[in-house]
């Protein structure tokens, strides 16, 4: 395991002829926005890209340029001269879907990444995978077309919910800058990656805000596979609720409980300025950001919620 120069991983792109590029499960708008917005400044370049996500590409980001090229498979005999995974912190997010192939380039901002690849690029100050793809791809010989600046764009407006996380920083903001002057539309990826919802999600949204709890000062809430069922709804499973659970003026952390087919339940917390809830999702076998993280964990709904409820009240009490 080597921390990569610039240099080395020029090298590697301008060696490699064919790429897999992937991302992680239940990907998000940095996931999506780094694979195509990276797959496509390569297909410029002239190289073969396989790129890939083991739960397809979610029916929000169809509209993504490129979209139609996420495959949710990569056929086991098919040989890449480089592999390289995006925005995923663990290889266990990646869903298996690098098969047994090595990973050599890990590019990512999770402050929990295991480094599991030869060359790790992983910078947890940036605020997307996308900002640091951004900063880079024309130094790594790689071209930045209005295509990729806008498919950058929305990585690293979904991860930063539109510029107003707490660790939005004036580089942040200069690298989305140089993004619009390469063609990028903000006011229209905006919209698209972070203000439209369909009347669906609303109604899912409904099922667990009649459920919102409180103790002290975290709120919480589930949603069920009746309550997906019963709304019709065909999203991420989390429907970027916890935005709105961050938003309760009043709490600190915000859990939102997920029921999983599997007999698991996905939880994930958003943390306010002061409170690392990436510590808590990590000692859960999950990872994320100091201010908003996630775990899958194995039990049933009320029992998760218990547990995971004392633990987070436990982390209140440590500040
Ligand atoms: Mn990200």
Same mark, same amino acid.
Not at 123 to 141: K, M, Q, R, Y
């Given at each position: ?21 992937? $991302?992680?499960?239940?990907? !998000?708008?940095?996931?999506? *926005? ?16 396989? +790129? ?43 869903? *298996?879907?690098?098969? #047994?192939?090595?990973?050599?380039? #890990? ?37 930045? #077309? ?21 660790? +939005?920083?004036?580089?942040? +903001? ?8 390469? *063609? ?6 905006? %919209? ?22 409180? #103790? ?29 659970? $961050? $938003?309760?003026?009043?709490? !600190? ?6 029921? %999983? ?20 999702? %990590?000692?859960? *076998? ?34």
């Amino acid at each position: 395991m080597t921390i990569p120069s610039q240099e080395t991983i020029k090298a590697l792109f301008t060696e490699a002829e064919s790429v897999l590029l992937a $991302s992680h499960i239940r990907p !998000d708008g940095d996931a999506v *926005g780094s694979l195509l917005g990276l797959g496509n400044a390569l297909i410029h370049s002239g190289k073969k890209v396989f +790129m890939a996500l083991s739960d397809g590409l979610p029916s929000n980001f169809h509209y993504l340029y490129g979209a139609h090229l996420v495959k949710r498979y990569v056929p086991k005999d098919l040989k890449f001269d480089l592999t390289i995974s995006l925005d995923i912190s663990d290889l266990d997010r990646s869903g *298996g879907i690098f098969g #047994n192939r090595e990973i050599i380039l #890990n590019i990512d901002h999770h402050i929990t990444n295991t480094l599991f690849a030869k060359h790790n690029l992983n910078d947890p100050e940036s605020v997307a995978t996308c900002a640091i793809i951004a900063e880079h791809l024309e130094s790594w010989g790689l071209p930045i #077309n209005a295509e990729t600046a806008s498919l950058l764009m929305t990585g690293l407006i979904t991860d930063t919910i539109g510029f107003r996380t707490s660790n +939005m920083s004036s580089k942040a +903001m200069r690298i989305a800058a140089d993004l619009i002057d390469k *063609g990028a539309d903000l006011p229209t990826i905006y %919209q698209q990656a972070l203000t439209n919802k369909n009347f669906d999600q609303l109604i899912y949204w409904g099922y667990a805000l009649k459920k919102l709890q409180r #103790n002290d000062r975290i709120a919480w809430t589930t949603l069920t596979l009746d309550d997906r069922k019963d709304a019709g709804y065909n999203g991420n499973d989390d429907a970027d609720l916890n935005t709105i659970l $961050s $938003s309760i003026i009043d709490c !600190d952390i915000t859990i939102l409980f997920v029921e %999983q087919n599997n007999g698991h339940v996905k939880v994930s917390w958003r943390g306010k300025s002061g409170f690392n809830v990436s510590k808590l999702a %990590q000692s859960l *076998g999950g990872g994320g950001h100091p201010a908003a993280s996630g775990a899958d964990i194995e039990g049933n709904l009320e029992d998760v919620e218990f547990t995971v409820i004392k633990k987070t009240l436990e982390l209140m009490k440590e500040n």
